[in-house]
């Protein structure tokens, strides 16, 4: 099962080769993993997408926690929480495609940042499966580059990780 | 008064009370020797090999409970270091290890003797630091002892470059440390422990696991307690030997893939576990799918993350040794209850019959010695009291099935990463911990030669080791694998030359004797006991064809153990 653990790590150098040495050293698997440090300077904000069965992902939170670095973790899949991902989509946009292109836009709504005579750069926010529902709406348009952030994860409601 | 990054170092180590360091100078720590010729608290041993420095440190570590301390320069200093790390890591060992670094302008650039030993060394510590300000270096030492020293024990790293160590600023050494990231568990839930005192009091067929986290936790003593108090059978993993006076009755040995048959045989039918400090490592289990298959399972251990790892638990407790086994001890005494008596009686019963197979026979009155014996007869001559290290192999699991460790601290042996080599040099650091002491190493041909310049070393400080080399001229544990497992082909693991032992040994300035008979092995050891200021290196030759028995072979279950 899919899994999305938020880490509150200690923002030193080498901390995040620590998470990811982790994961490789113990056959443990990344799906996507966004870091950057938070409001308070001395601290980094992880949230890591894995995948596993009850007992890895139980073994993954207890090693994470073990790491020096890691203040706090917490799985926010046990819970309501929100999921963010923000993508930014370079595409053909000539002749009819460029009608197209600004109608799908609208319907996901998500925004052209970048115009130029043959293609649009569109930034787009949401859960994974509407990143992909996106992409795959754009499937008659020649995409010339694709970049997502990977995923980003709160908890709802006035739970804090701190 | 402002100091220098070199000197800081040393203030350090005297804040810590470190009375060795073992290292080996080169171009990136030359500014640490420095300070070090001008000081003479804290002394240095200079050994041959950086791997020989770690593993000193590590037998210090394990014979004392302080951390072992290593100092070595950058590039290959760090990487000969990496395998004395390892082999800490892997038995939670505490350990500091300097490694020198190239100046910080220098870092990335492939200059000479650079390696990113904090890359190099990540998975194999608790933790590891590159100091990058001089201002930093008493800070980072203090939580680097605060780490290797708390919790779950283990090795880590401080990378320093060498500009840091000649840069200047004011030492205050920091009293205490306060971590936000890193607040070890020390007393177990007294709910989870109430429940697991119900359980073990209504055990009918008990078993008591203990593995070397008593011995780390200094938790021997309680485990006494607790264990007289029962009345129930105990085993103790490889780690864990000593914890537990081998010489009570009960006792059931080590258990595991050469464990006793009433060790495993009790493992497999118990209907209650209690693992103390104990990992649940392959090697102790045996295959998982046929582990234990009756028992409702109580594991006490500081490191969460070795709860139900390998084997879900019934009842975890996380939680210092000592601090769990004081609460089942007092919670033992004030309940009214008592163990199951007529069950218990019928349990040992039933073990007393598994014993009676005495698995560990062999062949007492052979004329060619066997290794075997020589262990038997070291114990009857040293009355069980002296400090014997190990490297890994046959030798190993002789030592620990024959020599009756009765105290903790006593018995020193890579179990974890399984590090040939490691005997002597553990042994180098448990003799300068314990000037007094009897310290032996038992190793074979093969393992002493991976460590065999630290005879050297021996000499230089006058340490009067007792080696006990039991020389079968062949990697005895790969010998018997490819007997069982590989239809007899010996690919490699027979060496066509050996030097002469005895010869060699002289030739470090130390004493050499040849043994081949069985009927001189007791002289022998008495002779080299008696010469108390010399290192004595037994060259025992013993019988090739000898294996270690019992065993269970890979994928089976505790109860399918192959007997002599």
Not at chain 2, 16 to 23: H, R
Not at chain 2, 506 to 513: C, D, R
Request: proline share 4%; hydrophobic share 40%.
């Amino acid at each position: 099962m899919r899994h999305i653990i938020s880490i509150l790590l200690e923002n030193e150098s080498g901390a995040l080769s620590r998470v990811a040495g982790l994961f490789s050293a113990r056959a443990y698997n990344i799906e996507s993993l966004t870091v950057a440090p938070t409001d308070d300077s001395t601290l980094s904000r992880m949230t890591l997408v894995t995948s596993g069965t009850d007992d890895i992902v139980e073994q993954i939170t207890k090693q994470l926690n073990k790491l020096i670095d890691v203040v706090k973790i917490h799985d926010l899949t046990e819970e309501a929480h929100i999921e963010r991902e923000l993508m930014l989509i370079k595409v053909q946009a000539t002749h009819e495609a460029r009608d197209e292109v600004k109608r799908l836009v609208e319907i996901f709504r998500a925004r052209i940042i970048d115009v130029t005579d043959t293609t649009y750069t569109i930034e787009i926010t949401g859960n994974g499966a509407k990143l992909d529902a996106f992409v795959e709406a754009l499937s008659s348009i020649t995409i010339h580059e694709v970049v997502r952030s990977g995923l980003l994860g709160i908890s709802r409601g006035d739970r804090v990780l701190s | 008064m402002e100091l220098t990054g070199a000197e800081i170092i040393i203030e350090c180590l005297k804040a810590e009370d470190v009375d060795y360091v073992f290292g080996y100078p080169g171009g990136a720590v030359l500014h640490i020797y420095d300070a070090f010729f001008k000081q003479e608290d804290v002394k240095h041993i200079l050994v041959r090999h950086e791997q020989g420095a770690t593993h000193a440190a590590d037998g210090y570590a394990r014979s004392t409970g302080k951390p072992g301390v290593v100092l070595v320069t950058s590039g290959p200093g760090a990487t000969n270091a990496v395998t004395g790390i390892a082999t800490a890591y892997m038995d939670s060992i505490p350990m500091i290890v300097i490694t020198g670094q190239v100046p910080k302008a220098l870092i990335g650039n492939d200059a000479f003797q650079e390696v990113d030993s904090v890359g190099i060394t990540r998975p194999i510590v608790k933790h590891n630091f590159l100091i990058e300000d001089v201002k930093d270096i008493a800070r980072v030492f203090k939580q680097a002892f605060f780490v290797a020293t708390t919790g779950r024990p283990g090795p880590v790293v401080i990378d320093i470059p060498k500009d840091i160590t000649a840069a200047k600023t004011e030492f205050n050494y920091p009293k205490e440390m306060v971590m936000r990231s890193y607040n070890p568990t020390v007393k177990g839930h007294p709910g989870q422990i109430k429940r697991a005192v119900d359980i073990i009091l209504s055990a009918e067929r008990p078993m008591i696991y203990t593995g070397g986290g008593v011995i780390l936790g200094n938790g021997s003593e309680q485990l006494r307690v607790f264990t007289k108090k029962l009345g129930y059978p105990i085993t103790q993993t490889l780690m864990g030997l000593g914890a537990f006076p081998a010489s009570d009755k009960q006792s059931l040995g080590m258990l595991g893939m050469h464990g006793t048959y009433e060790a495993n045989m009790g493992m497999h039918n118990c209907d209650v576990l209690i693992a103390i400090g104990a990992r649940f490592d392959d090697r102790v289990t045996g295959n998982l799918e046929k582990f234990c298959p009756y028992a409702t399972i109580i594991h006490v251990d500081v490191d969460p993350a070795s709860i139900s790892k390998n084997v879900r638990v019934d009842v975890p407790i996380v939680g210092e040794v000592v601090q769990v086994l004081n609460d089942f001890n007092k919670a033992l005494e004030q309940t009214d209850r008592t163990p199951n008596a007529s069950a218990i009686e019928k349990w040992w019963h039933q073990i007393n019959e598994w014993r009676s197979q005495d698995c560990l026979k062999y062949d007492r009155d052979s004329e060619t010695i066997k290794p075997q014996f020589v262990i038997e007869k070291m114990y009857e001559v040293t009355k069980g009291s002296a400090i014997v290290t190990s490297d890994v192999g046959q030798h190993q699991m002789f030592a620990a099935q024959y020599y009756g460790f009765d105290e903790p601290r006593r018995w020193i042996n890579s179990g974890g990463l399984g590090t040939m080599g490691f005997g002597m040099p553990a042994a180098m650091g448990a003799q300068l911990a314990h000037p007094d002491d009897l310290v032996m190493c038992v190793t074979g041909e093969s393992s002493i030669q991976m460590c065999i310049q630290e005879l050297a070393t021996c000499r230089q400080y006058g340490l009067p080791l007792k080696i006990v080399n039991l020389n079968n001229g062949c990697m005895g544990m790969v010998r018997q694998w490819q007997e069982f497992f590989y239809d007899k082909r010996y690919s490699n693991s027979h060496m066509d030359v050996q030097p002469d032992f005895k010869m060699l040994a002289e030739a470090y300035g130390h004493v050499g004797i040849r043994i081949e008979k069985s009927s001189d092995v007791v002289p022998a050891l008495e002779e080299a006991i008696a010469l108390k200021d010399r290192l004595v290196f037994l060259d025992f030759i013993t019988d090739q064809q000898e294996n270690v028995y019992p065993m269970i072979p890979a994928g089976a279950g505790l109860n399918e153990m192959i007997l002599v």
